[in-house]
């Protein structure tokens, strides 16, 4: 068996199929895609991409798999899928997932495309092992029982990047306990054969251990994910990848299949202010950064089309360039972990039920939404008044 | 400057005070007491001992220092106070320190010792190096405000803990941002010059800085410090004290200036049956283990002596050795740190009131909190009905 | 004083000037140079950059002048040259070094580009922050005794790299003790009071801390910095760039100031099948690996043009396209550390002279060296042949 | 399986065999077995003890089983030695082992013990389990190839003590890549069946691994394992134990069944100066300190009588109490995993063979070997004159 030596969990072997799935330019191009986009212009050590942490997904999976008692057919499938789990994500990842939605319709984790003609590569390396790319495509969807491993409450893909994104920034708090995590998963079936039927949960005695996964992500989204300079630049690369596709016609299926780098160089000569500002972290500043209550529910909840127009009404009534604001209003707080299924005292209860803590967390997540919106230094004062006006914020001018 | 080679901090710089008060037998007896007690018997690489966790305090406290610009005298007496703040605590720590209060009145950070003929060495080294015991005692006590650096809501004994606690366990929970804690404390003062009247606070930013602590804390103590098997042998090792002390006759001073091993040694004969099975990790097994809402107030606020009568009756309803009955009531569950003090725009507030999740935790740490009953395996079935009835439990029988 | 986060050294704190300085285009830029360049190529975790590197070496700085007892002056002209130590380094760094130098005569340490128009915002802020150009560039290229702290034996350069890089690949061999090293750093004076003619060395009872930084570099050297992957991708990567340089006459010096996407991009045009090569890691095989004792010295020692001359031959003679054959020839080995200097018995002594370890290290690092030819894979016997009797290697057909 | 929680491997997880083992009094009784004695009065973190060491061992033999492709029974065998391989340790480990071994002729791997009547629940167990306890007594004692993977030139104890010293120490040098080492072990059989005449090497293209191994213990030697510090407190121990031995007759056996502080509280009666002095850390001093080339071969190679006559030569002839004086010649230098076996070009060497380093520090190890004499602080200078000539070293009075 082949083995890959990754900083974060030392050798991953790599089983026949991972290995030829590995050498595909569909995952190869993961090199190119960071795991945490516009991060590490706070944290600048972090700049470790999708292709490592999708083979440290990968290695997750078959830890857990070892204590999970499959069979080996559907084994497979699920070290496939974990692997290939990220391969839908377009350049800079979360960052042009709003994008790529709204324009196709389609998530990240909807990996149709390994159907297509463009990445045959990919299924035709599935095919020659014995597996099933429609079978594999509905397990990174998250579909079924075991599916939830890959995606889910539970998955081990958010077991991997919060002990990565941690040993990346240097910021402790998303070191969970892979370990016991992988270790205690369980596949409690419905009477029924079919794995896709069953529920996966933690064993008995997990409370903390799944209070920690909560609390670990709920951590790195106050310090790291959500860093209102992370936020600013990424808002700002949003912008600038809308005008790079209104301006060249790009399809977005191309656009999907781009690499990081590709971006940064389109922007020189199609989003040059933007990019070079992104390139060489001369940010916008934020004029409004304020929380829910200051915030009217209509605009908490706009599209993304009421966005853009309040964005350059903004722009014209603080008499400003109208591409030099941007409005960034992320969606309303969730915490999907709170639904992890944990056994207390021999019943499966959803953590939210069996945990104190999680109303809690709930409430903190609540408190620390913010909406922002951004624009060059020296405007910051125009923009901020025209900005309460027209997005009907409770705030001084 | 002399240096110690420290497994969590690396380098610790030593100034020539510090060097001498190493030196002491009082502060080389550290050596001989364990951190974490009974942890051991769950985690077994947690041997660490009160020496390197003082060297850790001393370490943290200076680069708190760093950036809290005292005058040299007042740093100076600090520096000495966070070397010698557990040189108060009896073998095995916190383990033997209820005993200790019980008998003497006094805590392991009442160090009046330090004055006492029997530590003169230790008062000695201070004087010739400038500094006052009374002053350092004091500090170590936590008066004052710079005084809670080394004793408070945000002393650097709870950083230096929570960090090395992980680091031997291998449990991850503990491992918060010490670099940024320290970084980021600051004494605000009332105005007038004098440090004692400042307070100690985390800067503007730093919320969730102090959330890491109180969640760290939280998680540690589920997982950790109160796993059931640590305070199965913790019960075991305190009644064996007791009795090594009932029955020798043993001076209190004298049984605190003892070592761990000291008292291994003196159970061989003293008591013997608990002595062995400590050392052999030969434990009694838990009767009764329930929560606060199973039992009645007056059994979870009793004193010791109660606690003492309702083993006897216990042990004579169930039929077994009066000796053979552990009953383990902690005391109601706290959380010092919700008190931890920060700057939110602008304004001192108290972390409960700043935070969401101090209610959330608090919730949490009363939903662990466990009474239990510990015996030999072969009685448990008699002495659960038994405690049930005398400390008027609400369980089955 | 501001603090940046950094994955290995924690917290770094950094002064006004250095603020500044990592604020300038010419810094910036680094966050877009890969440390080690086609590494991640076999290490996929090891994506760290120039930038973090170059905050590293700042702080180590600082840790090694705290114990220096330099002028306040000489000291910040010395931290400005630790963080602009690599400012000069090209698109991959030491990949375009050679490039560099043959075509500009200047290596990346000639950092005269500090005073020249094109970076004059690095010298702004310089002359801004009381520090003089000339005098930092100078301590770059490590002139004087206080110079070598930023480029010579004991440099704080290798100390930070070796750990870093150890975090990055997962490879554990370049985990030196930095905290150790920094403290045992001496300038011994001449007698005058010109730090410039003092020398650097390591303290008393440090030949073992000296050595472990020569074994650290010998195994990192085997295992990473010249893994035969990375070499094959390197070579072709340096052979993509002469390309790209000839076909469209870019001029050097904006070579110099790319990023490394600048060049993936460029390649898509102007190298695409060694580009795509290298992109998606569907490198070329090796034909020779050969090592010392089995190629003439007139192959070892020839110029690049030579070798550039053997590559055409050798394609030809095989039948292959004149572009499908890379011949990389390292230079001779050394082991520049083996000059570090130690105190032994109060004597300033070379490491080589001081430890048996020194030849045991220069002879591995001999029998390591290998002289590559490589192809694509189906070319392999027909190249190696020809490759044989072009470069008069010792080796069957 | 049942898992425990070890520092440095994560989860440990048991067999059942490892599990009732465990439970054992004599397992148990590791725990109160420091793995570096005295080292932890340098390295004052070092507290680590051989039970948790003995874990690891076991969990390296099993990732190494995992690819040895062995019959079940033996590979059951192999993890039981690998658990059981220190239970013959005395107290304070290897500084206690020439004395057992003098008086009784076993080292501590030559556990017959395990078949007599004291350990016979250690019997019991592995009879239990289908263990014979022969087999496993020959296998700890490294018989046959397999047996070298439990004790030999590339045995897991050798990988797992020198990543947790590292660990414990704060000392980097140790933290070989105990992955890598484990996946890259193979058995080559001589063409019989039988895995007792198999061959335990690294495979093909780990040359530098096993220099790493080398290595990483030499530097460990140089800065941990024979520091001077321990050294000192070590012979003192020793001593120390003679005396307790002398004068009490305790039997061996007993002796070697103690834990490290039933010795340190029998030293307050039988040895109380020397008992003090090591646990307040009030350590003799040097008088002598001198390499191989200042002593005659006759005192390097002298028996232990020779040496305990020395001393009460020095003793006398300096004046002093006859206890005051401690001489501690250690042995030759020698470097056992310098046999490594590694393939080369498919065939297997010697890595002193293979490895131009392997001179090298061989030479190191020889230049690092040290005579020590030594005695309280205020007789150094009659001490030293008097060793001179007792041992006729090579030195100034």
């Not at 350049?91 to 709003?98: A, L, N, R």
């Not at 909560?214 to 790195?220: N, Q, T, Y």
């Not at 949003?238 to 016609?249: F, I, K, P, Q, S």
């Amino acid at each position: 068996m082949n083995a890959i030596k990754d900083s974060v969990h030392g050798h991953v072997r790599l089983d026949p199929a991972a290995t030829e799935l590995i050498d595909t330019p569909a995952f190869q191009r993961l090199r190119h895609v960071k795991q945490l986009s516009t991060v590490r212009l706070v944290y600048p050590s972090a700049n470790h991409t999708r292709f490592e942490h999708s083979l440290g997904v990968y290695h997750l999976a078959r830890g857990a798999l070892d204590g999970l008692d499959l069979d080996p057919d559907t084994a497979a499938h699920v070290r496939a899928a974990a692997l290939l789990h990220d391969a839908g994500h377009g350049p800079y990842g979360h960052q042009t997932e709003g994008i790529i939605r709204r324009r196709t319709g389609r998530d990240h984790d909807d990996v149709g495309w390994l159907l297509t003609d463009a990445d045959r590569e990919v299924c035709q390396v599935l095919e020659r092992n014995g597996l099933d790319p429609v079978r594999v495509t509905e397990l990174i969807a998250g579909e079924g029982g075991v599916g939830t491993l890959v995606s889910g409450e539970l998955d081990v893909d958010r077991m991997d990047y919060l002990v990565r994104d941690a040993h990346h920034t240097g910021v402790p708090y998303g070191t969970v306990d892979t370990g016991r995590l992988v270790n205690e998963l369980r596949l409690l079936g419905d009477g029924s054969d079919d794995p896709a039927d069953a529920e996966l949960v933690l064993a008995e005695g997990n409370v903390a251990t799944a209070e920690s996964l909560l609390l670990a992500r709920s951590l790195m989204n106050a310090v790291v994910y959500r860093h209102h300079v992370s936020r600013v630049a990424g808002a700002m690369l949003e912008r600038a990848c809308e005008r790079y596709l209104d301006r060249t016609g790009t399809d977005v299926e191309a656009f999907r299949r781009m690499a990081d780098h590709d971006l940064l160089v389109a922007f020189r000569e199609h989003a040059p202010d933007l990019g070079r500002r992104i390139e060489h972290r001369d940010l916008y500043k934020r004029a409004v950064w304020v929380g829910l209550s200051e915030v009217p529910a209509g605009t908490v909840d706009a599209d993304h089309d009421a966005e853009l127009a309040a964005e350059r009404e903004i722009a014209e009534r603080a008499g400003v360039d109208p591409g030099a604001v941007v409005v960034d209003v992320p969606s309303r707080p969730g915490l999907k972990e709170s639904g992890s299924a944990v056994v207390v005292d021999g019943i499966t209860q959803r953590l939210s039920d069996a945990s104190e803590l999680v109303a809690g967390i709930r409430a903190a997540e609540r408190s620390r939404w913010r909406l922002g919106v951004y624009c060059p230094g020296d405007h910051v004062d125009a923009v901020r008044g025209a900005a309460r006006d027209v997005l009907g914020l409770r705030i001084a001018g």
